[in-house]
């Protein structure tokens, strides 16, 4: 569980999360180039692009990271970085893609604010998210129970938004299975909310993980639950629409599921239920999979898992060597030489925007690196 | 309402009808060949191929072609052959092609006994089929009549097959809504099946149509049930199931339907309810569109119909011409000299495949003619 970051690059993250709102898009860019203890300095001082300034310039002389860490460390939290292990850095691979560019849902988050007794990367390694209304109906709620147990006694880990109605019922269902639940919040996750459910995020504080991008005693904004809608949908192998109304807010998660590639599928209900109205018009638009029971979620992201490249740093470990397109791909990869992602995508044959998927998802899997610009292979670890 | 069919042509007819359990491809073969008249004195005689004895031989000595015709007659009722001007021949081209046959369910009916005061081909010219379980729940029979009265309301028919459950919840909102309701038996005409629906068959026959293959007197059998539902799924331009169980017969007519190229939509329902859980299958196999509501099917079935060439002999009417594929296959055929299907589809750019399911529908809407083995054009009317 302890984190491997070391404490400047803490300190200068949690100083980030509190200056920028997320998701900022420019500061991340930032810190992909300098690192984050520079890019900390540079936003102090001011001394960056008018894009990462307008993303910083109103904050930055919150100094309030040490007070933040302790505020934290004092209701027996964290806050996990993308240099500490536990950090979900594959799940996250989606965010930094072009299409989630495009929905501007972009960008990995600088840090996490995190409660809980569980490793946040091995709980999200195996997760479905299931959303809903909150105005939710009896068989929602329900069915929201029924899959949130089912998925817990099936192993997998239920992350959801913490809200009333679906949300809150798909939570207690996997405390109730004995499994994991991640709440993540649009809060600060030291602020009860909603206030009806202190007790729900107390228990999950302390059975499964509370987390969010948002430091500690930052209320909730209706912008911020859209951003963090986005995280959600990241951390899912796919998402469960249980119920949601024409206009409900899970049709925002939706959105950024099917923009992240990401596996999503929806309860069908009576049609004569409002609230199932939503999930009825995703399925008939086919940006959904209709899913009836706890073993058809799982085959359902099961399929899309074979798709994905998650396969081949699992197989990997397994069989020493990646599959399918992965395999392609690492195929294409020189030993010797760097190539570039289009050289490799001529010599695979796979396809162009593929290739520049795969290629960070072996580097991750520490099969490939990149060097001087281009990409090389790297031997397969024995 | 006067059929234009010669007396022998119908007496021809109703002494096939009597002796060929439905339904029979040779026999259907045959009577293409030599004609009505013909192959019933062949029939009779004999002297037919050793396929069509095995479909005719256990009765061709049942003589009771003017009975039944007494019979019907007596009820109110008459027989419609494909030489009358209302024989459905349109929606039941779909039969007689490639896909019908593989499937088992291909061929025309040799003729249909019929009770109502309608036409049977203006009526089915716009038509929905609404089929599902017996074993209905009260969502489902709610749903039926809802969809029923809907459709009625839109001027569009309403087929099923008069069973318990769906079936009789959506004649009985057809008729509610003011529309004309088709119920499709396993059984003769004058046949009370089931029992209970004795009163909403006579009332459809006054307000509707009933119709089936089997002459006056036959009773239901299992495997008539499943001859039936071809009649229903090529009636209708599209099927809705309303509920069906993982094994209901309703999943029959849902196949056929699918294998004859018409719309297949589900009316998606409770998880939790096993009535819906043949609908969520055929849904999650992605076999069937989903609908909620009366206007969707309408668009569905809408949507469909501008793929499908039934479009051209409309907007033929109205414009002159035929539209999209079907223009293309018209203007590759030739005014004086009759080509082949194949050389059609190269000179178009159309399919083999719906070449060959436009041209009989070219030639049903007069823009085509079968001539020495070929196609030949015919002058647009104007």
Request: aromatic share 4%; charged share 20%.
């Amino acid at each position: 569980m302890s984190g491997t970051a070391p404490d400047d690059v803490r300190l200068a993250r949690a100083y980030l999360s509190r200056v920028a709102e997320p998701h900022a898009g420019a500061l991340a860019g930032l810190i992909g180039q300098v690192g984050p203890v520079e890019a900390a300095a540079l936003v102090r001082a001011g001394e960056v692009s008018p894009s990462v300034v307008s993303q910083t310039s109103a904050r930055r002389e919150e100094e309030r990271a040490r007070e933040d860490l302790e505020r934290i460390a004092g209701r027996g939290g964290r806050l996990v970085v993308p240099e500490d292990d536990e950090w979900p850095g594959w799940p996250f691979i989606a965010l930094t893609l072009g299409q989630a560019q495009r929905l501007r849902c972009g960008g990995e988050p600088v840090a996490l604010w995190v409660r809980g007794p569980h490793d946040l990367g091995e709980v999200t390694g195996k997760a479905v998210a299931v959303v809903g209304s909150r105005a939710a109906s009896g068989y929602g709620e329900h069915v929201a129970a029924e899959f949130g147990y089912g998925l817990a006694q099936a192993g997998v880990t239920v992350v959801s938004g913490a809200a009333y109605g679906i949300d809150g019922a798909a939570h207690r269902g996997a405390l109730g299975g004995g499994g994991v639940t991640v709440a993540v919040l649009a809060c600060g996750v030291d602020v009860a909310y909603p206030a009806g459910h202190q007790g729900l995020l107390g228990k999950i504080a302390k059975e499964g993980l509370v987390i969010s991008e948002y430091p500690p005693g930052v209320t909730p904004a209706r912008h911020r639950f859209l951003t963090r809608n986005r995280l959600i949908a990241a951390l899912g192998a796919g998402t469960v629409v249980v119920e949601a109304g024409r206009r409900s807010g899970a049709k925002n998660t939706a959105a950024i599921t099917v923009a992240l590639g990401r596996v999503l599928m929806v309860v069908p209900g009576p049609v004569t239920s409002a609230s199932s109205a939503g999930c009825h018009e995703l399925l008939r638009e086919r940006q959904a999979e209709p899913v009836s029971s706890v073993a058809e979620v799982v085959e359902s992201v099961g399929r899309f898992g074979d798709d994905l490249a998650t396969q081949p740093a699992q197989k990997q470990s397994e069989l020493g060597a990646p599959q399918g397109e992965a395999m392609r791909v690492y195929e294409a990869l020189g030993m010797r030489t760097a190539v570039s992602a289009e050289l490799v995508s001529v010599e695979s044959g796979v396809a162009l925007e593929r290739v520049r998927a795969l290629l960070p998802e072996l580097e991750l899997a520490g099969l490939a690196a990149q060097v001087d610009g281009g990409w090389q292979r790297l031997e397969v670890p024995r």
